[in-house]
């Protein structure tokens, strides 16, 4: 068999591991990769030719690799990846769209999919390091636990939380790509949004909610790379309090001078990643609202779908609703 006869054959491919063995829910293509996913991870899949394109080498192999350990069962894989699928495919918004909202939907999942593993392991330290402060004193003196690298751990959490809003910022530019690529662009999009997401909701607070999200996410950035007074944040580790109670791996900020707020670190990580998560779909369901157009000569809705109401698991939260004969029907 030549390297053409062997490149161009059909093929199968089995996508498991010991950790999810459960079988495809959901095939999609982004850019020259197919990704699978399945109720417990996503896998990409590429073929032979995207690492030898010009075909010189018949024993290059197709590769498989599994990117996140989250699937279709998770919230976070549901609202950006699933949601954003469901939307290009029955929003009519055209085949240009879909490779840069879908990679963007991808990298927000991944990223999201990062803090929600920080913040378990955060939590999952505290019952290690309370076990330590229940063997009490020795002498009249604490031991206290210590969580291994927690600059680093911040570091990572940022990131991850920065690329969460960078791809929120891109999939806005792949929808809009004439508003500003400033610091102002969250408001230039805002202008855009002439379609009322939400009949009974407070649009406009809904997109202040999210405004306020992805300008925290900017603050805790500069703040960590161009500390002044008045913004400046610490990580601080396991301390013992003036109650002398023991207190959690704690996150303190300085937005006004002089003044600081503390918060747990592993419920500020977990808090901020819902939030992201949330600003992430209502930029999505804003946007692709001024692509729904007339379907049937109806002009179409987007509603959301209760749990009880889902018909599989890899349904988003959110669907397209046209009028028939009085009636609210969804596509796909």
């Known amino acids: 068999m030549d390297i053409n006869q062997k490149r161009d054959a059909a093929l199968t491919v089995e996508v498991k591991d010991e950790s999810d063995p459960s079988g495809c ?23 032979a030719d995207k690492a030898d394109p010009e075909r010189t080498n018949i024993n290059v192999p197709n590769a498989l690799q599994k990117v996140a350990s989250i699937g279709a069962n998770s919230r976070i894989v549901r609202q950006t ?10 929003a009519l918004c055209g085949k240009p769209l879909e490779t840069p909202v879908l990679e963007q939907a991808l990298r927000a999942c991944l990223e999201l999919s990062k803090l929600c593993k920080i913040s378990e392991e955060l939590e999952a330290d505290l019952v290690r390091a309370f076990a330590i402060v229940n063997e009490g004193t020795s002498r ?69 909610a999210v405004d306020e999200s992805l300008g925290f996410v900017r603050w805790l950035r500069n703040a960590k790379e161009h500390p002044k007074v008045g913004q400046r944040l610490e990580i601080l580790d396991y301390r013992l309090r003036p109650d002398a109670r023991v207190a959690p791996p704690s996150i303190r900020l300085e937005r006004k001078e002089g003044n600081w707020e503390e918060y747990d670190l592993a419920a500020a990580i977990e808090q901020l990643r819902r939030s992201l998560l949330y600003a992430f779909e209502m930029v999505l369901v804003f946007s692709i609202g001024e ?42």
């Open 25 to 47: 829910i959901s095939m999609i293509g982004i850019g020259e990769a197919m990704h699978i996913v399945k109720e417990n991870s996503i896998w990409k899949f590429e073929l």
């Open 81 to 90: 990846l699933l949601q954003s699928t469901y939307f290009l495919k029955n």
């Open 140 to 208: 009249g003196t604490l031991r206290l636990p210590h969580y291994p690298d927690l600059t680093s751990t911040w570091t990572s959490a940022l990131g991850a939380m920065d690329g969460v809003r960078a791809s929120i910022r891109e999939m806005a530019f792949a929808f809009f790509p004439d508003i500003s690529k400033n610091n102002i662009w969250f408001n230039d999009l805002r202008e855009c949004f002439t379609f009322k997401a939400f009949e009974t909701s407070d649009n406009d607070g809904i997109l202040d």
């Open 291 to 332: 692509f729904v157009g007339e379907v049937m000569g109806q002009q179409a809705k987007i509603g959301w779908i209760p749990d009880e109401n889902r018909r599989s698991i890899d349904q988003p939260d959110y669907c397209i609703l046209v009028d028939i004969h009085g009636r609210l029907q969804r596509l796909g």
